[in-house]
């Protein structure tokens, strides 16, 4: 299927064919599966006649196709790769599938006596309302053989899923959620394009306002389209959503079976699923006549592909819901630059929740000055710790580093054990005894002595996950932790049980990554501490203010969502830091003003239009000649060219990195650039990349 351009065939007779339909075409000495894009009359003397015709209907609708030909075209990706993008991998390679009806696995009334751990654990996490055989068995990796056995004993029944109308259950709303549905809705009724910023502080009930305007949208009879996070997209996410819509739900995401995601694209392109859940793949869901589309977290960064094609899905959103004539939601309680900057240019509508739902309040942050401090948990933080533990509820560590230290450092010369194949040091994982790198997986195990000077006191620096529990255990022994990052907790079946344990108060600190940051609600999280708060701050990132905030009052969220009284420490080596004091003041107003003077100043987005072109190459002297000769090459009076420079990550996986940056306020100016660019011939073993308005900078 991704042929890299547009190839023209002879339609035979007796077929019947349509624009999204799969067929099987003569490519050279090959066949190819490909997709109809376009039906022509013209003379096809001279043309091959397509050899087969997979699909009797189109799967995805022209809609899509036309979606899939503007990304081509602005991403500057072949069309056959965009293409690829609607279809499942199942369908890519020319299977076929029966729909059909979908069953859900249910707990029967039937008493057991002996189960073991694993069965018993299955039997606990399938809910009232049933759940998918393929979310269960994402849940509990490798448990096919376990339900079967206990669907043998009749502790499990297999139904065919019905949409459940006792689910169309009242539920109160806050006068601010009222206002927000009202406008929402008034926007859905006009039957024309709206873009609505929904601008929720966290625990302000934005979840609610999506499902109640889905529902509207759904008993209109038009379809909705509802996108999350990957980070955000778990179980009891699904499960949450799913027990509200009472129409058939389809699920767009990795963590199925290729056979399961094509089971849940079937059931979108065939009509019987009007409601999509899904991360940013769902934005080429083949739906119909879409009403209203949800971007939760739309600031998220996964909602951009760094691979293959680069596109955005929160921006083809907007894109998409214009050509529908439905209503976007841009929801988030940090929104990004962008975002901000099309509510000012009335681009975009801006509805405020600037309240917690029911009795919660925003928790009360107190800024810990860590310079001249040898301490890793500082006496303050450790203070409100014992008093939490006292009171038996939780708190929450954030630190957005895995392992135990960031580099090992010889204290005698210096020297820093560092990646072979990347420019990077490698991480010490006390855990593993080993150091890794987080970039390409390279694993050392920790030398004796130093390789550069002999010494035997190689030393840790930095801190990571398994330094901040060890530094808990050692002041408070005996209580129960658990560490939340990609190491421990690594398939989703872990994730389902560390985030069950947490919710049923079997855990009393938690130690974690940005996987804790967002999206759950934990009733009983009453102390949050942020460690090396300024981390981001300083990275080669035009956005790194934006983000500092954006991760930071994330993680502080977590923390008073249903209860009064509630704290967060935010240690950090720049307290006087004017991002660090809206932090304190929840005062995302200061960051934004503040960062956006600073963008228009420079001519950074969104105040200009950017490319990043990287290239790279085992070879760096054909590289740097390469690269040097492309920007001199580059004649515009409207392009700003910055560059040829290189990376951030000058070295990754083996391979040499160099950049060109291109800004522009006009974006056709822009975009002629980067087809010069493309244009230019380049040595074997250099590879180029383009990336039209890029997240990361590295």
């Given at each position: 299927m991704n042929i890299p351009k547009v190839l023209s065939y002879k339609i035979p007779a007796e077929m019947k064919v349509s624009g999204g339909c799969r067929v099987r075409v003569p490519v050279k000495t090959c066949t190819y599966v490909g997709v109809i894009v376009a039906l022509r009359c013209h003379d096809d003397s001279g043309l091959k006649p397509i050899s087969e015709v997979i699909d009797e209907s189109a799967l995805v609708p022209t809609e899509i196709i036309e979606l899939l030909m503007w990304c081509a075209r602005y991403y500057h990706a072949s069309l056959g790769a965009c293409v690829a993008l609607a279809f499942p991998p199942y369908f890519r390679i020319g299977n076929t599938l029966d729909l059909e009806p979908e069953c859900l696995a249910y707990k029967t009334d039937m008493k057991h006596e002996r189960l073991g751990s694993r069965q018993k654990a299955l039997l606990d996490a399938i809910p009232e309302d049933g759940i998918a055989p393929d979310v269960l068995r994402k849940i509990f990796p490798g448990s096919s053989a376990s339900i079967s056995r206990l669907v043998q004993r009749g502790l499990i029944e297999l139904r065919q899923y019905t949409p459940n109308p006792r689910i169309m259950h009242r539920v109160d709303h806050s006068p601010e959620q009222k206002d927000a549905v009202g406008?929402?809705?008034q926007a859905m009724n006009s039957g024309e394009f709206s873009s609505i910023v929904l601008h929720?502080?966290?625990?302000?009930?934005?979840?609610?306002?999506?499902?109640?305007?889905?529902?509207?949208?759904?008993?209109?009879?038009?379809?909705?389209l509802y996108m999350v996070p990957e980070i955000a997209l778990t179980p009891q996410t699904i499960e949450r959503i799913r027990s509200r819509i009472p129409n058939e739900m389809a699920l767009f995401h990795s963590g199925l079976s290729p056979r399961a995601r094509a089971l849940e694209f079937l059931k979108v392109a065939r009509g019987n699923a009007r409601f999509v859940l899904g991360t940013r793949s769902a934005i080429f869901a083949p739906l119909r006549d879409i009403g209203l589309i949800v971007v939760d977290e739309e600031h998220d960064g996964s909602f951009k592909q760094s691979d293959g094609v680069p596109y955005n899905a929160r921006d083809l959103s907007i894109l998409r819901a214009q050509r529908q004539k439905a209503v976007v939601i841009l929801g988030s309680a940090t929104p990004s630059m962008d975002t901000f900057v099309k509510v000012g240019n009335n681009a975009a509508g801006l509805v405020v929740l600037k309240s917690r739902f029911g009795e919660a309040a925003l928790p009360d942050v107190e800024i810990v000055d860590m310079r001249s401090r040898s301490e890793i948990i500082s006496g303050e933080l450790l203070s409100a710790i014992k008093e939490t533990l006292e009171r038996g509820a939780q708190t929450l560590l954030f630190i957005n580093r895995r392992g135990f230290s960031s580099a090992m450092v010889c204290p005698a010369c210096g020297k820093?054990?560092?990646?072979?194949?990347?420019?990077?040091?490698?991480?010490?994982?006390?855990?593993?005894?080993?150091?890794?790198?987080?970039?390409?997986g390279y694993t050392q195990k920790l030398p004796e002595i130093c390789p550069g000077c002999g010494c035997l006191d190689m030393r840790p620096i930095g801190l990571g996950t398994e330094r901040i529990m060890e530094e808990v255990l050692a002041h408070f022994p005996g209580i129960r932790i658990l560490r939340m990052d990609s190491d421990e907790v690594n398939t989703p079946g872990k994730l389902d049980k560390a985030l069950s344990a947490i919710r049923c108060r079997d855990i009393?600190?938690?130690?974690?990554t940005q996987m804790i940051a967002k999206g759950h609600d934990f009733p009983h999280l009453t102390l949050v501490g942020v460690m090396y708060a300024e981390q981001l701050l300083y990275m080669p990132d035009f956005r790194a203010i934006e983000r500092t905030f954006q991760q930071v009052v994330q993680v502080a969220g977590r923390a008073g969502r249903q209860q009064p009284d509630t704290r967060v420490f935010v240690q950090t080596l720049v307290p006087d830091h004017p991002v660090i004091a809206a932090i304190a003041n929840h005062d995302y107003h200061a960051m934004i003003e503040a960062e956006r003077e600073i963008r228009h100043m420079s001519g950074f987005p969104p105040f200009a239009h950017m490319a990043l072109c990287t290239f790279s190459s085992y070879d760096p002297r054909a590289l740097e000649q390469t690269i040097r000769r492309i920007a001199a090459g580059i004649k515009s009076n409207s392009v700003k060219v910055m560059g040829p420079v290189?990376?951030?990550?000058a070295f990754l996986r083996g391979s040499h990195r160099r950049q060109?940056?291109?800004?522009?306020?006009?974006?056709?100016?822009?975009?002629?650039?980067?087809?010069?660019i493309e244009k230019v011939k380049i040595p074997a073993g250099i590879k180029r990349k383009i990336d039209i308005d890029p997240y990361d900078m590295l």
């Open positions: 406008i929402i809705i929720g502080i966290t625990g302000s009930g934005k979840t609610e306002v999506y499902l109640t305007c889905a529902l509207k949208a759904l008993e209109a009879g038009r379809s909705v820093v054990l560092k990646c072979s194949r990347c420019d990077r040091s490698l991480t010490y994982h006390k855990a593993k005894t080993a150091a890794l790198c987080h970039y390409c009393d600190v938690i130690v974690g290189p990376a951030p990550i060109i940056t291109l800004l522009s306020e006009n974006r056709r100016a822009l975009h002629r650039v980067v087809d010069e």
